[in-house]
């Protein structure tokens, strides 16, 4: 009897419990360094500076409004490494892209805290900049995320930036 009831017990504390694998942590390494007319000087990173990245859950949260589907790269969208880089007070971020392309950028620091962001559905067909003053930012690394979407379309990826002071 004693048994029974032991097993029983021990039976009902035995509720199917999940275990949540918290996903690793994402370091910035491997910086593409740029002079200031954006030639290659070095370093680098074989998944910066791309439109295929697959992200984990983490980053994927720096968009939370995106159901679009990812699409194989295509020709005519482009995102070029930063330049220059190493940055001292600013960068140069270009792209090449169709006209009706919706991009988002996101700048984190290594614990995702958001230090830039900007959204623009207005570049013109080709290839296209943006001057960002970096004075203000923290002096390390970071990680510019950004995305593009078109008709239907979502491609995403990522580069590394070493602020300096």
């Known amino acids: 009897m004693c048994t029974a009831i ?3 017990l021990l039976l009902a ?3 199917h419990k999940e275990v949540v694998v918290p996903e690793p942590k994402i370091y910035f390494t491997g910086v593409v360094e740029t002079s ?3 030639e290659y000087l070095g370093g680098g990173d074989t998944t910066d500076w ?3 990245d697959v992200w984990t859950a983490q980053e994927t949260a720096l968009f939370p409004n995106t159901t679009v589907p990812l699409c194989a790269p295509r020709d005519s969208l482009e995102f070029f490494p930063a330049a220059p880089n190493p ?3 600013r960068v140069f971020i270009g792209l090449s892209t169709i006209t009706g392309t919706v991009w988002e950028l996101r700048l984190v620091d290594e614990d995702f805290n958001l230090v830039w962001t900007y959204s623009a559905a207005n570049f013109l067909n080709g ?3 943006i001057n960002l003053e ?3 930012f923290p002096k390390d690394t970071l990680r510019l995320y950004y995305q593009a979407e078109l008709g239907g379309c979502r491609w995403q990826g990522h580069g590394d930036l070493l602020v300096q002071p």
């Open 87 to 89: 940055i001292q007070d």
């Open 36 to 38: 200031d007319t954006g």
């Open 134 to 136: 970096t004075t203000d």
């Open 6 to 8: 032991l097993s029983l």
């Open 13 to 15: 504390d035995c509720k």
């Open 50 to 52: 791309r439109l295929d």
């Open 127 to 129: 290839l296209n900049a």
